[in-house]
């Protein structure tokens, strides 16, 4: 029998993070996925391995388990088109992106024209190809576990 591990992420309070394995023994399991976990993890955003800051906002990025998760803080009046396309040079954001958001609204516009709200307590997943702005007097803040790594940095797509 092949045995085979699922490794995950998982968002604890006040801004840590918890990597976890789980592994199980399955005749039809995939042998070629990659375990880079050998232990628990934890770390925080209190304490970050990278910070980026853009006109009206901040990514911190933390590193743990083989991952890259981002925390962005977007203060009331940011926009992506204003505060990073400068930045990345693209039309619109072309980071996928796996979110949770923690506070704050953060409306979204895809470039098909379909727009949204997100709300403290929504998941989503954004593909390439949207603008994105806060609504209101209050920072919206996002754990990404997908579209960071390059967000924010020039020479790269966002």
């Given at each position: 029998?092949?045995?085979?591990?699922?490794?995950?992420?998982?968002?604890?309070?006040a801004?840590?993070?918890?990597?976890?394995?789980?592994?199980?023994?399955?005749?039809?399991?995939n042998?070629?996925?990659?375990?880079?976990?050998?232990?628990?993890?934890?770390?925080?955003?209190?304490?970050?391995?990278?910070?980026?800051?853009?006109?009206?906002?901040r990514?911190?990025?933390?590193?743990?388990?083989?991952?890259?998760?981002?925390?962005?803080?977007?203060?009331?009046?940011?926009?992506?088109?204003?505060?990073?396309?400068p930045?990345?040079?693209?039309?619109?954001?072309?980071?996928?992106?796996?979110?949770?958001?923690?506070?704050?609204?953060?409306?979204?516009?895809?470039?098909?024209?379909?727009?949204?709200?997100?709300?403290?307590?929504?998941?989503?997943?954004?593909?390439?190809?949207?603008?994105?702005?806060?609504?209101?007097?209050?920072?919206?803040?996002?754990?990404?576990?997908?579209?960071?790594?390059?967000?924010?940095?020039?020479?790269?797509?966002?």
């Open positions: 029998m092949k045995s085979t591990s699922i490794t995950g992420l998982m968002a604890l309070g801004g840590a993070i918890l990597t976890f394995s789980y592994a199980f023994t399955n005749p039809k399991a042998t070629n996925m990659l375990d880079t976990m050998t232990k628990a993890e934890a770390k925080t955003f209190d304490k970050p391995d990278t910070v980026r800051t853009f006109p009206k906002g990514l911190e990025l933390v590193n743990i388990g083989g991952a890259t998760i981002g925390r962005a803080i977007f203060e009331p009046g940011w926009r992506w088109s204003t505060s990073v396309m930045i990345a040079k693209t039309k619109s954001c072309e980071a996928p992106h796996f979110q949770y958001h923690v506070a704050g609204v953060l409306h979204v516009k895809m470039d098909d024209g379909s727009e949204f709200d997100l709300k403290p307590g929504d998941i989503s997943i954004l593909p390439s190809g949207h603008d994105a702005w806060t609504v209101g007097k209050e920072a919206a803040v996002v754990v990404d576990f997908q579209g960071m790594v390059d967000y924010a940095r020039a020479n790269h797509q966002h």
